[in-house]
Antibody, heavy 121, light 106 residues
């Protein structure tokens, strides 16, 4: 079955860059679907971050776009997120997922387990 | 951005109860509305997509209705494993946005 697994640091300093990777197993990213990132704040609010297709087509949340880059590595069957200039407001659980939908819009039908990221000095 | 407002923010219920959760969008999202269930420490799980479509493996006691701006998630007979937090999400317009959640508790 399709499984996703986030990896990356759990603690990052303010002003630094967060780099997360989502490894996909049980399905080839090149076969289709959009793939995305969502985060959940300590107050439990969910925020969509970005989506990407294997072709490299991306959709970003405008509130994060100036600090954000997502990419896909088809050879490793994974996709990644880089979020720059971190502040405490970026502290959250970060989830990756597969999108069920069209044209980059959709709902996440398969989620990773999530990775807790704390921004603190 | 489209604001998604859920009500109530929490509901107390008993086993066997019928539970209804509402989600209102600040503008029309047509039928592009999903519902998720989240338990403590776990990722959300997709229950309903396209406002009314039950996702694979989801029990039939869950159902969704609505279109445009007003949507409802109904649990016809609450089971012990249904105590959780439920979120709606619109997938019609970027940025994709979520409701604030409804906690279903005893």
């Amino acid at each position: 079955q399709v499984q996703l697994q986030e990896s990356g640091p759990g603690l990052v300093k303010p002003s630094e860059t967060l780099s997360l990777t989502c490894g996909v197993s049980g399905y080839s990213i090149s076969s289709g679907f959009y793939w995305g990132w969502v985060r959940q704040t300590p107050g439990k609010e969910l925020e969509w971050i970005a989506n990407i297709y294997h072709s490299g087509t991306t959709y970003y949340n405008p509130s994060l776009e100036s600090r954000l880059t997502i990419s896909v590595d088809k050879s490793k069957n994974q996709f990644s997120l880089n979020l720059r200039s971190l502040t405490a407001a970026d502290t959250a659980v970060y989830y990756c997922g597969r999108l069920l939908g069209t044209a980059g819009r959709g709902v996440l039908d398969i989620w990773g387990q999530g990775i807790t990221v704390t921004v603190s000095s | 951005d489209i604001q998604m407002t859920q009500s109530p923010s929490s509901v107390s219920a008993s086993i066997g109860d019928r539970v209804t959760i509402a989600c209102r969008a600040s503008q029309s999202v047509a039928g592009w509305l999903a519902w998720y269930q989240q338990k403590a420490g776990k990722a959300p799980k997709l229950l309903i997509y396209g406002a009314t479509n039950l996702y694979t493996g989801v029990p039939s006691r869950f159902s969704g209705s609505g279109s445009g701006t007003d949507f409802t998630l109904t649990i016809s007979s609450l089971q012990p494993e249904d105590f959780a937090t439920y979120f709606c999400q619109q997938a019609n317009t970027f940025p994709l946005t979520f409701g604030g959640g409804t906690r279903v508790e005893i």
